[in-house]
C-alpha cells in the first residue's frame, strides 16, 4: 500500500499524466467555462462602433408651394430621413418612427405620417427617429446595439376653419359700429402685408362717416391655394374666403343706405409665426354704396 502511493507521489511531483487508483481518465476541465474555441464571438467586450447618425428629417406636403413642416387635417405628407453609418449600410439599419399624434405608413428612411381628421387648434407634432444598429465581433453573432433618435416638428392646422374664422370675425366686429377700436378690428390681419394699410385706413374712414345699423354676415367658403392669384381682383395669397355679406347703414352727413354682395378676405401663412394672417379684403356689391371696405 506505501508502494503504490509513493509511486502516485512521485507522478505527481514529476508532472506526467497518469491515473492513480481509481482517478478518470482525460484532459483538464476548462476553469474558466465558455467558448474556448477560434475567434471571439462570444466576448462579451464589443468591438470599436460609430454611432449611426442621422443628418436631417425633411417633411413636405404634395401640394404646391405648399410650406415644409407643414401639415392640414387629415393631410397625408412626405417623411423622409438622411442617414449614414461607418460601419453598417444604411438598409440593414433599423428604424423607428413615433409621433405625438397621427399615424404612420411605410417603413425605412422614406414613410407617410397621415394627418388626424379633426384638428381643434393649431398645435406643434414632433416626430421622432430611432435608428438602431446591431453590431458584433468578427466571426460573432449581432450581440451589441447602437441607438440615437432625432426629432423634428411640424405645424398642425385646420386652414379652412382658422382662415374662415378669421375673416367671419373681420367682418362681424366690422360690422360692429360700437367697436371704435381700429387696431382691435384689424388684429388677425399682418402689419406690412400688401392689402392691410390700405384696409385699416378705410376702416378707420367707415368709423367716421357711417354707422352700421343692419347687418348680417354668412359662412365663409374657403379655398386653400398656396402662393396664387386670387378669383377677385388679382388678390394675391394662399388662401381665400368668400362670405355673403348685407349692410344697411346711418350716414352720419345725413341718409341712409344698404349694399349687398360678396366680401373676398385673402390670408398668407407664415411659417416663422406658424400660423395664418389676413392681409386684404376686396367688397363686391351689387347696389348702393361700397365705400366703407373694397
Sequence with gaps: MRRVLAACVLVVTSTLIAACGSSPAGPSPNPGGGNTGGGNGGSTTPPPNTLPVIDSITIQGTRSKEPPNFADAAEAVAVSAKVHDDETAVERLG???TATTGTFTGSGTNVTWVAPAAVDAPADVTITLTVTEEYGNPGGPL????TVTKTATLSLHDSIREVGGMARQFLLDFSDSNIRDVGFIMRNFQPGCYG????????????????????SVGDPRVTVNFGSIGPFRGQKGDAYAALDVHWESAVLAGGTDSVTGVDWVAAFYFPDQKRWRLCDSQFDG???FARFIR
Excluded: C, L, P
Design 95 to 97: 428604424y423607428a418612427w
Design 143 to 146: 450581440s451589441f446595439t447602437h
Design 196 to 215: 392691410t394699410q390700405e384696409e385699416t385706413n378705410e376702416v378707420a374712414d367707415n368709423r367716421k362717416k357711417f354707422v352700421i345699423t343692419k347687418w
Design 286 to 288: 351689387h347696389k348702393g
